[in-house]
Nanobody, 121 residues
Framework: QVQLVESGGGLVQAGGSLRLSCVAS????????MGWYRQAPGKQRELVANSTSGGIPNYADSLKGRFTISRDYAKNTVSLQMNSLKPEDTGVYYCNCNVRLRVVSRPIERWGQGTLVTVSS
């Protein structure tokens, strides 16, 4: 199976920066899309950013310019650089991927456990 492990969350003041990282481990053929979602208190989980197998990034419109996603395909990792953080960025950030277990498999979705980001005002 595939496991996603996040790291890098924490407490930061407004205007500060954090970098989240996620590594995928297990037995699989290939990861297609890999990225980040977040869930603020009392709100639904939403896309932050993801990156396709071809390296095309996709960002939530409201986050463009502040957040940058990057992938290391050889290491099966994805990172999220978050700058100019705001209190409304507070939430649990989840790593997500669509992964093919075998060459002929359809992609399946996997989630990490989440890492808490708290931005104080």
């Amino acid at each position: 199976q595939v496991q996603l492990v996040e790291s890098g969350g924490g407490l930061v003041q407004a205007g500060g920066s954090l970098r989240l990282s996620c590594v995928a481990s297990g037995s699989f053929f290939r990861i297609d899309t890999m990225g980040w979602y977040r869930q603020a208190p009392g709100k639904q989980r939403e896309l932050v950013a993801n990156s396709t197998s071809g390296g095309i990034p996709n960002y939530a419109d409201s986050l463009k310019g502040r957040f940058t996603i990057s992938r290391d395909y050889a290491k099966n990792t994805v990172s999220l650089q978050m700058n100019s953080l705001k209190p409304e960025d507070t939430g649990v950030y989840y790593c997500n991927c669509n992964v093919r277990l075998r060459v002929v498999s359809r992609p399946i979705e996997r989630w990490g456990q989440g890492t808490l980001v708290t931005v104080s005002s």
